[in-house]
């Protein structure tokens, strides 16, 4: 397989659960910026979208959208448990949880990278604070987000709530998030993603 991805993007989700899956991938460097890859490709030849992620299976198949990406990966290691049972409840709390994390926060506080006008900006800071500090009430008493164990969404939640520092949103008051960031950025595979797309060293 090969995970087209950004250095820190939200890209960097499916990054961190190929590794917590032990699958093997290829990873290739796609500028959200050129949209070329490194060898001078055309991105848009690739995903037309312009963006990533994108995963390339063995067959040449090629599957968009991170929360899809997400599941699939998952399912491909079900040893690891990074998604909760086909059918089960729990199946669709981490469902609910990608869709909330994608439409609520990677929208939001994505929308403050680019060219907006300022009170426009203010106005999204305010929402994604708002959205952030009901994930912190969520968070209560919790380790991730499904309770004592890891899944897929926390991989996307942890990237997206890593943009905040660079987008103007404090959320040092957010106790429960806070020890979760921290909780999440100690797994090693979360830190092998970082040191791969230089977000570590």
Avoid at 54 to 66: A, I, K, S, V, Y
Wanted: glycine share 8%; aromatic share 10%.
């Amino acid at each position: 397989m090969k995970l087209y991805y950004s250095p820190g993007a939200c890209s960097l989700s499916p990054h961190i659960v190929l590794r917590e899956a032990g699958l093997a991938f290829e990873p290739v460097l796609a500028s959200t910026k050129t949209h070329k890859l490194q060898d001078g490709t055309d991105y848009y030849s690739i995903n037309p979208k312009g963006y990533v992620p994108l995963l390339e299976l063995d067959n040449g198949e090629r599957l968009t959208e991170g929360p899809a990406i997400l599941q699939y990966i998952a399912d491909k290691a079900p040893e690891k448990k990074l998604a909760p049972p086909y059918g089960t409840m729990e199946r669709y709390r981490v469902q609910e949880w990608l869709n909330f994390i994608t439409s609520e926060l990677h929208k939001g506080i994505g929308f403050m990278f680019g060219p907006a006008a300022e009170d426009a900006k203010v106005l999204m800071r305010g929402r994604a604070s708002e959205r952030l500090k009901w994930v912190d009430h969520q968070l209560e008493g919790k380790q991730y987000l499904m309770g004592d164990s890891f899944s897929v969404a926390d991989a996307y939640l942890f990237t997206v709530t890593n943009w905040t520092k660079h987008v103007g949103i404090d959320i040092s008051a957010l106790k429960n998030l806070g020890a979760y960031m921290a909780r999440m950025a100690a797994r090693p595979a979360v830190q092998e993603a970082m040191k791969a797309e230089g977000l570590l060293k």
